[in-house]
């Protein structure tokens, strides 16, 4: 004897399916079969994958291939590619390519039809990235933390977000020339005649031009040079001279300065905004961590921090963070509050797109580096990362940096738009203060002393910016004012005009 069937239970939720519309794939192929300038309207965002019906989706990739050839597209030709297509065939065959060209639209109406079928297309799609989301978070991987899996969901979601915009592809010459004009113009109208996003350096920002959009920046030094200071100070400075307007068509137009995204792989973010703190209010830092504070100074600490609440910069100090990981929250800050620079510091604390560590460093740091210029040109901001150099530059005498110095990889010069050395040379000479040697005359030493220590008084709290490759200007070198107590970098006016020449 059977079983008697369960009895459904009117109050349970009904299935559903996902989201689709035959109807306006129905109406915006019959457009394209009646008039294959419809094509134009849709190519540029629209793809076969995006039909919720696979035999509709062939007949546009039909469609397609034969615009491509210069062919007319109706159903008379399509018989030709798809008459063999067992879908179509149950559908009816030549028959349903008739009713199709019969149901036509518009072609004033066919875009809409487009954008309603690939918003339906995106619908499924966030559909199936919940349900993979769901599946992946009930099993349990240890190679596929819960971390990794938000930041690849975050990604998968962020191509959704960007997927249909039109990308890459020929561009005129005349709008190639007419944005080279725009940022000319902006450059003029500016106060210090930038075009790229300000250092607040002024010898720096005469040479660089300021910091320019899409393009990426090394700074590189030893350690104890300052170039987690510098990174810093520009940082600041560029998060300082943020300013917008609103433009006659309504957007918000950033006019000067940045909003600056900074990654802080080596330094927590309370010890960067403490250094800033303390360099804004030249309050020793050490002081402050301390407490060691008198009640004027104290005061003093309030009213700064006060006035930079507002600073359009934010710290990301999450330790070994992979470039997939920078991509992803440089991406989510763009769309939430705008992104007009990013700071890294410091490249060799970057992991590479696996998220682990590879055996081959050499090959890792390429791929690093290859990804924040891809980042930088995708988002069109500029991206300063620092970097370490290698100790054969405490090999030589002369100890300023070179290329060859850059640690682990040569693709770093090679992706690099701009690669700038910071080089103190007050820190060399206050470890090597000379000795008297044996059998050495006392009017001999005295002489040297004194070449020594004179040498040490021009070069005390100042520094050098060794700009030694860069794609869009020349190179040279720019003296910078450094106070040590403060971490803070300014400009020298003793030295200003003056450039350094590169040997």
Known sequence: MLSPLPIPDPSAAPERTPPHNYEAEQALLGAILANNRTLERVTEFLRPEHFADPVHGRIYDACLSLAARNQIANPVTLKTYLGSDAGLMEMGGDAYLARLAAAAVTIINAEDYGRLIFDLHLRRELIT???????????????????????????????????????????????????????????????????????????????????????????????????????????????????????????????????????????????????????????????????????????????????????????????????????????????????????????????????????????????????????????????????????????????????????ESGSIEQDADVVMFVYREQYYLERAEPGRRPEEAEDKFNQRYEDWHKRLAEVTNTAEAIIAKQRHGPVGAVRLFFDGQYTRFGDLDNWHGTEIPME
Not at 345 to 363: A, F, H, I, P, W
């Open 129 to 407: 990235v919940g349900e993979d989301m769901v599946n992946e978070a009930f099993d349990p991987d240890i190679d596929n933390p819960a971390v990794g899996q938000i930041e690849m969901a975050e990604k998968r979601l962020f191509d959704l977000a960007t997927a249909g915009q039109a990308e890459g592809g020929f561009k005129p010459f005349k709008t190639s020339l007419l944005n080279a004009i725009e940022l000319a113009e902006a450059a003029h109208k500016r106060e210090g005649k930038l075009s790229g996003v300000t250092t607040g350096l002024r010898d720096m920002d005469k040479k660089l031009g300021g910091l320019h959009r899409s393009d990426l920046l090394i700074l590189a030094g030893r350690p104890s040079m300052g170039k987690t200071a510098l990174a810093t100070n520009m940082a600041f400075n560029a998060a300082k001279a943020y300013r917008t307007e609103i433009s006659p068509t309504g957007e918000k137009k950033v006019t000067e300065g940045a909003v600056v995204a900074f990654f802080s792989l080596e330094m927590s973010a309370d010890q960067l905004a403490g250094r800033i703190l303390a360099e804004r209010c030249e309050i020793n830092s050490h002081a402050i961590r301390q407490g060691e504070l008198n009640p004027s100074e104290f005061e003093k600490l309030v009213v700064v921090a006060q006035e930079l609440h507002e600073l359009p910069l934010y710290i990301d100090d999450t330790p070994a963070l992979s470039v997939s990981a920078v991509r992803t929250r440089c991406r989510r800050l763009a769309r939430t509050h705008g992104l007009g620079m990013i700071v890294i510091d410091y490249l060799q604390l970057l992991q590479g797109t696996t998220g682990k560590r590879s055996e081959n460093r050499v090959q890792e740091i390429s791929d690093i580096t290859r990804s924040l210029k891809a980042l930088a040109k995708e988002l069109q901001v500029p991206v300063l990362a620092l970097s370490q150099l290698s100790r054969a530059v405490e090999q030589r005498e002369d100890k300023r940096p070179q290329l060859a110095d850059l640690r």
